[in-house]
């Protein structure tokens, strides 16, 4: 177990692993002696993942260390995800701060609340749209609903899959991420240069 400085807390967060398909004792050892003896190591529907119980000063550092202590282990296991989804439904908004469905959806409708809730990210046709969970935070927060460690929790797990993504991307389908970071940062015709 990892041992923390006074002002640590615990933070609990499960990464999935790529790059390895089964849990052997060579591998549950490997990731043990590199750090990782916060960690339960499990098999679902054919992926491996690693629930931790990490000491910390923030989520952000528990999570970052962890990641780096898996890499450590040398047996060809990587971070694919942190194991939190960014896009929610109103019903989840609901969960993650204790209030109900119905007063989540007067927030988006602007019957109740402050108003400006954030727009929809996507499924914008369906009855069921999604939110980025790190945009409603921000407007929870600034709106004196939730805690500044919840945004910024909400913050770094969104930031952190966003950089395993594209880590993830560029293993893949290197040529086309390139492609496409090349196109959007530079060639798009509908960018006007100054």
């Known amino acids: ?9 615990e933070h609990d967060f ?7 398909t089964e849990l052997t004792p060579k591998a549950e050892d490997a990731l043990f002696e590199t750090g990782c003896d916060d960690a339960t190591l499990s098999l679902r529907f054919g992926r491996v993942y690693a629930t931790f119980s990490r000491s910390a000063s923030s989520r952000r550092d528990a999570i970052l260390s962890a990641i780096c202590d898996v890499r450590k282990a040398n047996i060809g296991a990587d971070v694919l995800r942190v194991d939190t989804c960014d896009l929610v439904t109103q019903a989840e908004i609901a969960h993650r701060i204790g209030r109900t469905r119905q007063l989540v959806h007067q927030y988006v409708t602007g019957k109740r609340g402050p108003g400006s809730f954030p727009p929809p990210a996507c499924d914008l046709t369906d009855d069921s749209p999604l939110w980025y ?47 496409a970071t090349r196109y959007i940062e530079c060639e798009c015709p509908c960018i006007v240069k100054s």
């Not at 945004?151 to 390139?178: C, F, G, Y």
């Open 1 to 9: 177990m990892k041992t923390g400085k006074p002002c640590d807390r």
């Open 14 to 20: 499960a990464l999935v692993l790529t790059g390895i």
């Open 133 to 179: 969970w790190c945009e409603v935070a921000y407007w929870l927060w600034q709106n004196d609903m939730i805690r500044g460690d919840t945004l910024k929790d909400a913050q770094a797990d969104s930031v952190i899959n966003l950089v395993l993504e594209l880590q993830h991307q560029k293993r893949i389908a290197p040529e086309l991420l390139e492609e």
